[in-house]
């Protein structure tokens, strides 16, 4: 299977800034390697340690809203 990472790092980084809180945490559950990615494009702090959130750069809460939009909503979608 050819992995696409970076699709998978922008769907990361998206659901990151879904959850981020208003200081600009978000918690880290994700995988260890797209988070280190993201680290290395310097959109989100380092992820190694004991905490249990990253910090999102200036950078990474602006990709990762435009990234939550690309990929997550729907014009005019409703549930009826």
């Known amino acids: 299977m050819d992995i696409d990472n970076d699709r998978i790092d922008a769907t990361v980084l998206a659901l990151l800034w879904l959850n981020v ?4 945490t978000a918690w880290k559950g994700f995988d260890w390697a ?3 990615r993201l680290q290395e494009r ?3 702090s380092n992820p190694v340690g004991k905490a249990k959130s990253v910090q999102l750069t200036s950078d990474g809460l602006d990709k990762g809203a435009r990234l939550f939009r ?4 729907r ?3 409703s549930l009826d």
Do not use: R, W, Y
């Open 21 to 24: 809180e208003s200081s600009g």
């Open 34 to 36: 797209s988070m280190e």
């Open 42 to 44: 310097g959109l989100i």
């Open 70 to 73: 690309d990929l997550f909503t």
């Open 75 to 77: 014009s005019g979608a």
